[in-house]
Nanobody, 123 residues
Framework: VQLQASGGGLVQTGGSLRLSCAASGRTFSDYSMAWFRQAPGKEREFVATISRHGDYTYYTDSVKRRFTISRDNAKNTVSLQMNSLKSEDTAVYYC?????????????????WGQGTLVTVSS
């Protein structure tokens, strides 16, 4: 499956952004989807994941109640709504897909990756 992430940009502290990831090439609903992020000089880290049919989501603690992951299987897209952004949210955000049912928080659990979209939060 090919993934194309978009929606990044520059936003002030406390602002919002919505990231999108378009998938193509395979049956989208066969894949659990996730967002990861990588800040400068740091390792890629898990942000959020959503099950194949959208009935289960899981977030890293630092984004709970601020970020919302969702998917539209009819449009082959997964989104990440980010509210109340903080400077520590600055990173390149990647969407990822795995053909499985486990709730994956490790990069090694994902088979396909998008190219990344940069989110910069300024104070």
């Amino acid at each position: 499956v090919q993934l194309q992430a978009s929606g990044g940009g520059l936003v002030q502290t406390g602002g919002s952004l919505r990231l999108s990831c378009a998938a193509s090439g395979r049956t989208f609903s066969d894949y659990s989807m996730a967002w990861f992020r990588q800040a400068p000089g740091k390792e890629r880290e898990f942000v959020a994941t959503i099950s194949r049919h959208g009935d289960y989501t899981y977030y890293t603690d630092s984004v709970k109640r601020r970020f919302t992951i969702s998917r539209d299987n009819a449009k082959n897209t997964v989104s990440l709504q980010m509210n109340s952004l903080k400077s520590e949210d600055t990173a390149v955000y990647y969407c990822a897909a795995q053909k499985g049912v486990i709730i994956g928080t490790l990069t090694t659990q994902y088979d396909y990756w998008g190219q990344g979209t940069l989110v910069t939060v300024s104070s």
